[in-house]
């Protein structure tokens, strides 16, 4: 496969939804800035009225035949649930022609990789990938994406890859499938851990997360945020994430382990231990404590300072972008009540109740 030919031909198998129809609307978007390339893109899906759907929306291919979509595919991109991956890759992998790049979108990169080496054609190059981001984010600019090449993999079409992604304004990280699912067993398979089980305890304890807002700290009310963001998306996908890297069930014992270590050392009230032990913790954070310091005064300020902004601008004209959608607002701030704006619309003269923390003021 040339890279550099006038139309590349991309399949992204699971592009009907989710991280599969994202890559297939930034691939579309591609070809609009940057004339260079011309992405000839088929999505598939199980559902046929979804992917019609999708094709309409965004000017692609539908196909509902896995393998007649890869079989003369330049790049095909594996985007199904994890728990559906290795089957998948099972069934279109012997498709993929020699010469073209096998990818995979999976939050596991181990066993992806050795399943792609088992079933591809020689000639193929794998490039098992990781994007750290969901379909919620509105660019892939700043955003982390994560290469892991395996043997198999022809160096020319990694670079260009690679660059490809960087140019569109990625960070790109580049390791070992290994290295990969090592560390995000700590990265995804710990923090998600953590904060699903911050949410169940509080529904346990019969907490009402609207009214615990009332009294919080900024540091509890970014826990809340971040427990929301979390238990509010995909269980499955969660649940895959856990149950589907070897590694995690480690990081979940030893933190479980210090948990009762903590746990036990209050209710001996043991001051000098408990000093003690976050002092050591800290030690080990080193210059990260300063830098979590400042990153977290600045998350809270940007809130801060935009609530005032907007309580300021009640009975005056103002503009808001929807995060997600990029649809602009023009009108007066009528209210604020409770999460809600209170907005009469200047162009349809319509008034229009919306969620305070879907948009960003202008």
Request: net charge negative; aromatic share 6%.
């Amino acid at each position: 496969m040339d890279l550099n030919a006038s139309k590349i031909s991309v399949s992204i198998i699971g592009g009907t939804d989710g991280l599969g129809k994202w890559f297939a609307k930034f691939l579309k978007e591609s070809i609009k800035k940057n004339d260079n390339f011309n992405f000839e893109i088929t999505v598939t899906g199980r559902n046929k009225e979804k992917g019609t759907a999708v094709s309409q929306e965004l000017d692609l291919n539908y196909c509902s035949d896995n393998i007649k979509a890869v079989e003369k595919a330049d790049i095909v991109i594996i985007a199904v649930p994890i728990s559906h991956t290795l089957s998948v890759i099972e069934e279109v992998a012997p498709h993929v022609q020699k010469g073209s790049i096998l990818m995979d979108m999976t939050s596991v990169k181990e066993k992806p990789s050795l399943k792609m080496m088992e079933f591809t054609k020689t000639g193929v190059s794998i490039i098992p990938t990781h994007p750290m981001f969901g379909p919620s984010v509105p660019s892939i600019a700043e955003q982390v994406v994560i290469l892991t090449p395996v043997e198999r993999c022809d160096n020319k079409h990694f670079e260009k890859v690679k660059e490809f992604l960087e140019n569109a304004g990625a960070k790109v990280i580049v390791v070992t499938p290994q290295q990969h699912d090592e560390i995000i067993s700590v990265i995804q398979g710990l923090t998600h851990f953590v904060h699903i089980s911050l949410g169940s305890t509080l529904r346990e304890l019969g907490v009402s997360i609207k009214d615990s807002r009332n009294f919080a700290s900024p540091i509890y009310e970014m826990m809340i945020n971040m427990v929301g963001r979390i238990v509010g998306q995909n269980a499955n996908l969660y649940a895959d994430i856990q149950m589907n890297n070897d590694r995690v069930t480690t990081v979940h014992d030893t933190f479980i382990n210090e948990c009762i270590k903590l746990r036990d050392t209050v209710h001996n009230k043991d001051k000098k231990a408990f000093i003690e032990d976050m002092e050591l913790t800290s030690a080990y954070f080193g210059e990260e404590t300063k830098k979590g310091l400042y990153y977290s005064n600045k998350a809270v300020n940007a809130i801060v300072n935009e609530n005032m902004a907007l309580k300021e601008s009640i009975g005056k004209e103002i503009t808001l972008k929807h995060i997600y959608t990029g649809k602009m607002y023009n009108g007066i701030l009528n209210n604020i009540i409770d999460d809600k704006l209170i907005l009469k619309d200047l162009n349809d003269k319509k008034e229009y109740e919306l969620n305070i923390y879907e948009f960003n003021l202008l």
